[in-house]
């Protein structure tokens, strides 16, 4: 990912409005469709993202490996993708997915399950104006 980046396979309104990292990259958010369930952190460039609206799966860039991956290939584990959506900054991708299995290469649900720092609506923070 470095270099002069090859022309985006996305629609251009799409790709305009990204603000991607240095590298090139955005976060992409894998929640699941239908209960909110928060699954994963992912990222994504422009070719990601492509394929990720065309072929109905979420394809991220592994930083560490260097390569695409599509969740599932490997593990059987699916995300098929049910919406998209950019948020108001345009930096972040959220995907609403059906997931299949585990989303963390843990092998648990979720990667944001383990090491819960907060929880509970009385966390002993003042709500705002109090």
Request: glycine fraction near 14%; aromatic fraction near 2%.
């Given at each position: 990912m470095t270099g002069?980046?090859?022309?985006?396979?996305?629609d251009p309104e799409i790709a305009a409005r990204l603000k991607r990292s240095p590298d090139g990259l955005l976060p992409a958010i894998a929640q699941q469709y239908d209960t909110g369930e928060v699954l994963m952190l992912g990222w994504m460039d422009d070719e990601?993202?492509?394929?990720?609206?065309?072929?109905?799966r979420c394809t991220y860039w592994s930083r560490s490996r260097r390569e695409y991956w599509v969740?599932?290939?490997?593990?059987?584990?699916?995300q098929w993708v049910k919406s998209v959506a950019l948020d108001c900054d345009a930096d972040t991708v959220l995907v609403k997915v059906d997931?299949?299995?585990?989303?963390?290469?843990?092998?648990?649900?979720t990667c944001f399950d383990a090491d819960v720092l907060l929880e509970g609506a009385d966390s002993g923070v003042p709500a705002p104006g109090q």
């Open positions: 002069t980046p090859p022309p985006s396979p996305l990601a993202l492509h394929r990720t609206l065309t072929t109905g969740k599932g290939d490997t593990s059987g584990h699916f997931q299949v299995g585990a989303a963390c290469h843990t092998g648990a649900r």
